[in-house]
């Protein structure tokens, strides 16, 4: 990994001083002969971690650490959510239940989860259209 890394460096500083300008991952992929996918893995496998501890900003007093600007999308109210949703499934028929996991858990179509479980799939999506009617109701 990191003689890809170190390889892709080198292209890139090639590539840089060549168009006179940075070049793109896929360029760079191009050029070593390998998918895109490895070369963003190799370079980022070089980079040294940085502290949630690491002073961003300092005044002289209050100093602002990395851990200070990352944000928390779990607050009270997703968490409040995401109990709600849940008992709003829970109230659903195992069969209703077992719908919306086919189609949307288990990425399956309107046709397939008919032919899985026997039933037309204009039932499924009757079915579908009112569980998630129900749902959102009580969420």
């Known amino acids: ?9 080198q292209v890139k500083e090639e590539l840089t001083n060549n168009n006179l300008r940075e070049p793109t991952v896929e360029e ?3 050029v070593l ?3 895109r996918e490895s070369v963003v893995m190799a370079l980022e496998s070089i980079v040294d971690p940085v502290s949630l501890y690491e002073p961003v900003f300092s005044d002289g007093g209050d100093t602002i650490y990395v851990m200070d600007q990352i944000g928390d999308s779990n607050d009270d109210k997703n968490w409040l959510e995401e109990i ?4 709003a499934i829970n109230n659903l028929s195992p069969r209703e239940k077992r719908i919306l996991n086919l189609r949307f858990f ?3 179509t309107q046709m397939e989860v008919a032919c899985e479980i026997g039933i ?12 998630l009617d129900r749902i959102k109701k009580q969420i």
């Open 1 to 9: 990994m990191r003689d890809l890394a170190y390889k892709a460096m």
């Open 28 to 30: 760079i992929a191009k």
């Open 33 to 35: 002969d390998v998918p």
């Open 84 to 87: 709600a949703l849940k008992e």
């Open 106 to 108: 288990q990425g399956k």
């Open 120 to 131: 037309s799939q204009a039932q499924v999506s009757r079915l579908e259209k009112s569980s």
